[in-house]
């Protein structure tokens, strides 16, 4: 069951956090259900347990003028990447390429939310991110990498709708597969296996075993390119020697990288082209995500569609705010975030 909630939003002051309350607004607006609410339990149990650092102070530096180095002090990625931004932006403008790679936070949530900001910067943008192991290269194996995201966004000739593309290299993502656990769903057969190693469709005996890649190999490959480019530039943990994201007060030391560019160097019509190339391919039947501000699940009343269990769930813990970070997380969603539930 789900309900509609009323959301408001309110004007930020400049330089004010984007925390993750705006980006599982965002997530909620753009059709990411994966990772709106749902996720938002997440952070709040993070912040609570100790896993997420609730008075994180990110510092960036750049060793290169190309490339932008922060080390996230055990915080969420957003905030991270936020500091960083503004540089980050002038330095692939003023280059044409630029690199900023993360270590050291929590994981980065909706992936596509960072590359879309980019874009609507006139900037195309490539993003990989690494999260604990929950996902086996094949069959019989082993977890050994996350669900190794990666998303792509480039600007169109309507500059508030960019192509976004956002997907896990796995056959699905893990917060699905926790979804169908709770509800009693089957998943598709190819999706995962249990612990044994042997392919299942028991949504609950997966959380016992593993998420398998998309595409076999190929995406094992995927996986392992983007743990390299997220853990091996940042110098974050390895995917298998990362602590669960759910339990213990362990930080995580998740890793994100993010390159962007300046398309406009080369050839100044680039958006107007892209968007004429994407047009012509929609015609011959292929489909092109992300180019419009898709809101399924918002009504013409500003209002947004959770699960009940989750909405209540959230509302317990934003109300019960019994330690100190929870409290810090409470004034940060209904205040800095820009975002206020009500019934």
Known sequence: MTRRVGLSRRRSQPGQRRLPGGATLTAALYGRPGVDFPHLLDYLAGFRAGRIKGDAEPTTSSPLPAILYSDADGGIAQ????????????RAQELGLALFTQGNSYTTGELGDYVRRLALEGLVAFAVSNSPAVVAGAPRGQAVFGTSPLAFAAPLADPGAPLVIDQATSATAFVSLSQAAAEGRQIPEGWAIDERGEVTTDAAAVLRGALLTFGGAKGANLALMVE????????????????????????????????????????????????????????????????????????????????????????????????????RFRDWFMTESGVSITA
């Open 79 to 90: 905030l991270g990447f936020d500091r960083a931004m503004p540089t980050f932006v002038a």
């Open 228 to 327: 390299c480019l997220a853990a091996g530039l940042s110098g974050a943990a390895w995917s298998l020697d990362m602590p669960d994201f759910q339990n213990g007060d362990q930080p995580i030391d998740a890793g994100m990288t993010i390159i962007a560019i300046q398309p406009s160097v080369i050839d100044e019509g680039f958006s107007s082209r892209f968007t004429r190339q994407l047009d012509r391919i929609a015609e011959r039947g292929v489909y092109v995500p992300g180019r419009r501000q898709v809101r399924p699940h918002v009504s013409e009343k500003g209002q947004v569609a959770i699960d009940t269990v989750v909405l209540e769930e959230t509302r317990h813990y934003l109300a019960k705010a019994d330690d100190e970070a929870l409290r």
